[in-house]
């Protein structure tokens, strides 16, 4: 995807949001007509059906927990067990991303340093090594055509002369902790793409096709080394672009290039995408990889490796500075693909709700989150439905997990905050089961014509 088409989409969305937000705006102008069924009724009326729906017999083996609130008069709508500690999957992605909106910002971007070992002689070699200091951008590659990472460093040092280098490509992932899983992620998922190891050097998603000769059928397993995967297609964009690479691509904790000299200029600085894009990504399509470096670059401290233990850190003090309460949630990582990870639906909507609240926060929020029937990972859910287009909320799935969290806005114009989160359910209630009752308590929420005075 090229940054036109990647730029046109970004302003669709915008458009979208903007009309969203006009309707919002005018529904607390003028009324809307009532509906036969007054306004009290009908939030009495819906609270009734979503009982239903959550009591109905298919899934009746399953541990929820749910809160509705409106955003408009404060006022809740639906709850069951909103204070029950429930597992959430990818919603864990939610407090990941608010909190790293919250203290890096959205214009916060990945930084990627190039340094050589020696000066460029005259005649543009290189006689040490190339050395590349990640930062944790997970954009570079060609999987999510986000960032022309590497193609742009190799053009960088061609128009900075460089034709020849005689050493290493060597990539020093030291910016980050050596942490390349989250805690509690299960042995079994490593190979899998979802499960790809975290690094401060990224190439596509620290992912790899398996099948590669099979056409329209992708099929990914996780690398084994990221740094290894990047420095050896950062040598493949130098001799793509004409650079003559003698030495091998390496990692600094095997091979590392010895003392540095003091002062080595910067050769190449890159920067990725901003957060607001970046999460994107993120949350349209639930990236476990992205989420983690999220998580590691909240807690970043001058002169120390980023970590998951100072990212968590972070997470909760500001959570407790929005007013969660202790107890009311517990993480372990930054994807939700840990089954430490527990939340309480009531804390999540709170979350929800200071994200909506905030100016400077909303708009890009907003945008990065799946909507119903349209995009992401709601595009094939609750299409054709009162939610559709109305719904911007993030899934959740692990076995015997499922969840969405989010907001609706109502026909009335009304926004909604809500959490739903359902554990603990097996055979012969199936994960369609519960996703069939999630989407039609939201689908009963978007329906909702009257707003009370």
Not at 77 to 101: H, M
Not at 180 to 197: H, V
Not at 312 to 318: A, K, S
Not at 382 to 400: D, I, P, Q
Request: glycine residues 8%.
């Amino acid at each position: 995807m090229g940054s036109s088409r990647r730029l046109s989409r970004l302003q669709l969305r915008a458009l979208a949001l903007s009309l969203v937000f006009s309707a919002s705006a005018c529904a607390t102008h003028s009324r809307p007509t009532l509906s036969p069924v007054d306004a009290p009724n009908e939030r009495a009326l819906a609270a009734s059906e979503i009982a239903a729906l959550f009591s109905k017999t298919s899934p009746h083996r399953v541990l929820w927990g749910a809160v509705i609130q409106s955003l408009d008069r404060g006022d809740v709508v639906f709850s069951i067990n909103p204070d029950q500690l429930l597992v959430p999957a990818s919603n864990a992605k939610l407090l990941t991303v608010a909190v790293a909106a919250e203290r890096l910002g959205w214009a916060f971007t990945f930084e990627t340093s190039v340094r050589a070992t020696t000066a460029i002689d005259p005649d543009g070699t290189i006689r040490g090594d190339l050395v590349v200091r990640g930062g944790g951008d997970p954009t570079p590659g060609d999987l999510p055509k986000l960032s022309p990472a590497l193609t742009t460093i190799a053009e960088t040092l061609w128009q900075q002369g460089v034709r020849r280098i005689e050493g290493r490509i060597i990539g020093d992932d030291d910016g980050f902790a050596d942490e390349p899983y989250g805690a509690g992620w299960a042995w079994d998922d490593l190979p899998f793409s979802y499960s790809a190891p975290i690094g401060a050097l990224n190439y596509d998603e620290n992912v790899h096709a398996a099948n590669p000769t099979a056409p329209e059928s992708p099929r990914f397993t996780s690398v084994e080394n990221p740094t290894i995967a990047f420095t050896e297609a950062l040598r493949t964009a130098l001799v793509a672009r004409g650079v003559t690479v003698i030495g091998e691509a390496a990692d600094i904790d095997l091979a590392p290039p010895g003392p540095l000299p003091a002062g080595l200029p910067v050769l190449v600085s890159y920067r990725s995408p901003p957060l607001s894009e970046v999460a994107l990504r993120l949350l349209k399509s639930s990236q476990n990889l992205y989420a983690e470096v999220f998580l590691r670059a909240i807690g970043r401290q001058d002169g120390q490796a980023e970590s998951t233990a100072a990212g968590l850190d972070v997470v909760r003090e500001t959570l407790t500075g929005w007013g969660i309460e202790a107890g009311t949630v517990a993480q372990a990582d930054g994807s939700g693909l840990s089954r430490y990870n527990l939340v309480t639906p009531a804390a999540l909507a709170k979350v929800l709700e200071r994200m909506y609240g905030s100016a400077s926060l909303r708009e890009a929020w907003l945008a990065a989150l799946p909507i119903a029937g349209v995009d992401g990972t709601l595009e094939k859910r609750m299409k054709g439905t009162a939610a559709e287009a109305r719904v911007f909320a993030k899934t959740g799935s692990l076995s015997s997990v499922r969840a969405l969290s989010g907001y609706v806005h109502a026909k009335s114009g009304e926004w909604f905050v809500f959490s739903i989160l359902a554990n603990n359910f097996a055979a012969p209630t199936t994960a369609a089961d519960v996703d069939r009752v999630i989407d039609q308590v939201v689908e009963r929420v978007a329906a909702m014509s009257s707003m009370p005075n």
